[in-house]
């Protein structure tokens, strides 16, 4: 496992590399921000797809208590802040997205995605586990902790919230938990709008529909899409979403309500 140091075996911090007649001595606090490390920080911002203009945040949200010299210099406040902004993004999100849900079902999707389990599972394809600084009775497990895996990935939120602000860290969190909402939300619930269209059209119009973006708005950072389903020379009424596979499901949830709407017409 690499380490920020280059010193796996001692368990020391980011950007500190001991002597030998100093390496039982304290670890550096964070904010000591090496030269030397600064390739492996480009590294970490890579895998996360996010360039802080505040290093020490990134350094701090990868620090465990386990090497930290205090509970306040680890990332376990980050962590605290982490979570609360999870839940708020993706409860938001939800409530936007789907109207149609009662409380009951929105509460079960939020605890469904915005779970220690796949906060670990998405540290771990970010790849998180490879740049955590763990004390040295961590470092002789085969595998890091579930645990310390999501928390790794609820202090990378906060830590790109204080630093780029909400509309980056909402960006940020849209974008990771994408497929883990439409499976739950669409697909586990049984409203995967997509599908639903597909069979729908190919039942009532012989055409697949396909998704055309009619519009973006926004930065880099934070853009939405509109976009719309196309049956043959049909067109439907688009939808927004902030990311394109977002839109297109919440483009098919319109068409197949406007198809509901016309059969259900027809037939009175």
């Not at 997509?194 to 708005?217: C, I, M, N, W």
Request: aromatic share 8%; glycine share 8%; charged share 25%.
């Amino acid at each position: 496992m690499t380490r920020f140091s280059g010193s796996d075996e001692d368990g020391f911090p980011f950007g500190y590399i001991p002597d030998d007649d100093e390496a039982d001595e304290p670890a550096a606090l964070p904010g000591d921000v090496a030269a030397g490390a600064l390739e492996l920080v480009d590294r970490v911002e890579l895998a996360i797809g996010y360039r802080f203009q505040n290093a020490v945040l990134l350094e701090h949200s990868l620090t465990h208590s386990s090497i930290a010299r205090t509970r306040s210099d680890s990332n376990e406040r980050l962590e605290f802040l982490g979570d609360a902004i999870m839940g708020a993004v993706i409860c938001e999100y939800l409530f936007q997205t789907w109207p149609e849900y009662a409380e009951g079902e929105l509460t079960r999707i939020k605890s469904a995605v915005v779970s220690r389990h796949t906060c670990a599972k998405l540290s771990q394809e970010l790849g998180l586990g490879e740049f955590l600084r763990l004390g040295k009775g961590l470092m002789v497990h085969e595998q890091i902790p579930s645990s310390i895996l999501a928390c790794a990935f609820e202090s990378i939120v906060a830590a790109i919230y204080l630093d780029g602000g909400w509309e980056t860290v909402k960006r940020f969190l849209l974008d990771t938990f994408e497929e883990e909402i439409d499976n739950v939300a669409g697909t586990g619930h049984g409203h995967n709008y997509k599908s639903q269209l597909q069979q729908l059209a190919q039942k009532q119009f012989g055409h697949t529909p396909v998704y055309r973006v009619l519009d973006e708005k926004g930065p880099d950072h934070s853009k939405c899409f509109h976009v719309a389903a196309v049956i043959g020379q049909r067109h439907y009424p688009g939808a927004w979403g902030p990311s394109k596979k977002i839109a297109e499901q919440n483009a098919a949830r319109m068409a197949v309500e406007a198809i509901a709407n016309s059969i259900s017409t027809r037939s009175g």
